[in-house]
């Protein structure tokens, strides 16, 4: 599974963006999609999943009611709409795909990553 992102940018405080990220290759067994950002000195976290069957969703708090994400599974696309951006949402921010390999005594996860693309709000 390759992974591309886009549409990261510099953005004032209380301005908006949406992230595009594109999945190619072996997509058809992916369970679940999502989000995740790394800031300089911290750790990646994640940031919303959604799932490819129901699309259920969730969010860390820091972004509940600020961000949402979506996915268009016939175009292999998943989307982060991000508004009322603030500059602690400053990251790299990484589309993760998910496939999961099922044995009789457990399952296995494979993540794939995309490149990332750099977020910066400024105040």
Partial sequence: VQLVES????????????LSCAASGD???????????????KQRELVATITRGDGD??????????FTISR???ENTMYL?????KPEDTAVYYCNARKERYYSDGVALDDYWGQ????TVSS
Avoid at 7 to 18: A, P
Avoid at 57 to 66: E, F, L, P, W
Avoid at 81 to 85: D, F, H
């Fill in 116 to 119: 990332g693309t750099q977020v």
């Fill in 72 to 74: 268009i599974n016939a």
């Fill in 57 to 66: 969703t969730d969010y860390a708090d820091s972004v509940k009611g600020r």
């Fill in 27 to 41: 997509t058809f067994t992916i369970s679940a999609m999502g989000w995740y950002r790394q800031a300089p000195g």
């Fill in 81 to 85: 709409q991000m508004n009322s951006l």
């Fill in 7 to 18: 549409g990261g940018g510099l953005v004032q405080t209380g301005g908006s963006l949406r």
